[in-house]
C-alpha cells in the first residue's frame, strides 16, 4: 500500500509539472517570442496566458515599454576640444519589431545595440560643432544626435523616443577661457551702456542749455521803452513824486491833492 501511495503522488507531481509547463503567462506591455525546440517562429504571443506544448515550446518575453538608459562618454568637438558627455536615452521595442530584434540580438537590447549606437551617434554629431557651439546650440545638438542615433537602430527594430543630453563638460582650460570671454563681454556691455548714459546726459545738459538760451533771448525782447513805462504805470501807486531833479537843482512840490 506504501509503494502504491508512493507511486501515485509520483504521478500527481509529474502530470502536475507537466501541466504547468504547458501554461505561459505574457506580462503586460510585453511580447511572447515562441520558439520550438530552440527556433524562433514567426509569430508572437500578446500579453495573457497561452496554452503552449511542454518541452516542445518555449516562450521569451521581450519588454515593450518605454526604458531609459544612460551612456557616458568622451569625444573630440571640431575644434578639437575634449568632451565629456552623458546622454540619456528613452527607447523602445514595438511588438510588431519584436521577432525582428529577437533574432538579431537576442533579449540584451540595451548592451548589445543601443549603448555601441549611442556612442557611436554622439561622437560623430560633436565632430561637426565647435566647443563653443555645443553650448549655444544644445538644442539643435540634441535634435542632432537624436536623428543620427534613429538612423542606426532601425534596422534593428529599436525606436528612439527621445534624447536628452544630461552634461557637456570640457577641460579647465577651455571653462576658464569661456570665463574669461564672459567676463569680457559684460565689461564691454557696461562701457557701451556708460558711454549711451553720458551721451544722452550731455544731450539733455545741451538741450537745457538751448532751452535756457531761447528763454533769455525772449527775455530780452519783451525789455523795450514802452515796456518799461507799462510796468512803471502798473506799480504806480497815484502819488506824485515829492521831488524833481533838473539839472543842478532840486525841486520841492507840493501834493494839492490834500
Not at 42 to 67: A, K, Q, R, W
Not at 174 to 191: C, G, V
Not at 193 to 205: G, S
Request: charged letters at 25%; glycine letters at 4%; aromatic letters at 6%.
Amino acid at each position: 500500500m506504501k509503494k502504491k501511495a508512493a507511486a501515485i503522488v509520483i504521478v500527481l507531481i509529474v502530470l502536475l509539472a507537466i501541466g504547468t509547463s504547458g501554461i505561459c503567462i505574457v506580462p503586460n506591455s510585453h511580447t511572447g517570442i515562441v520558439k520550438r525546440f530552440g527556433a524562433v517562429q514567426n509569430y508572437y504571443f500578446n500579453e495573457g496566458l497561452h496554452i503552449v506544448i511542454p518541452f516542445i515550446t518555449s516562450v521569451e518575453n521581450i519588454d515593450n515599454h518605454i526604458l531609459r538608459t544612460d551612456v557616458d562618454g568622451s569625444s573630440a568637438s571640431k575644434d578639437l576640444q575634449t568632451v565629456t558627455t552623458n546622454i540619456s536615452i528613452n527607447y523602445d521595442v514595438p511588438a510588431a519589431s519584436s521577432i525582428e530584434v529577437y533574432k538579431k540580438v537576442g533579449n540584451d537590447i540595451e548592451n548589445t545595440i543601443l549603448r555601441p549606437a549611442v556612442q557611436e551617434s554622439v561622437k560623430s554629431v560633436i565632430s561637426k560643432y565647435t566647443a563653443e557651439e555645443l553650448i549655444t546650440k544644445r538644442a539643435a545638438v540634441s535634435d542632432d544626435i537624436h536623428q543620427t542615433l534613429s538612423e542606426t537602430v532601425k534596422s534593428y527594430g529599436v525606436n528612439i523616443d527621445k534624447v536628452n543630453i544630461i552634461n557637456f563638460d570640457f577641460s579647465q582650460e577651455f571653462n576658464a577661457a569661456i570665463e574669461a570671454k564672459q567676463t569680457a563681454q559684460q565689461q564691454a556691455l557696461k562701457a557701451e551702456q556708460d558711454l549711451a548714459r553720458v551721451k544722452i546726459e550731455a544731450e539733455q545738459q545741451i538741450a537745457k542749455a538751448k532751452a535756457e538760451a531761447e528763454s533769455y533771448k525772449l527775455k530780452n525782447a519783451e525789455i523795450t521803452d514802452a515796456n518799461i513805462k507799462m510796468a512803471w504805470i502798473e506799480k504806480w501807486n497815484g502819488e506824485l513824486p515829492k521831488t524833481m531833479t533838473g539839472g543842478d537843482s532840486m525841486i520841492m512840490i507840493e501834493d494839492t491833492t490834500k
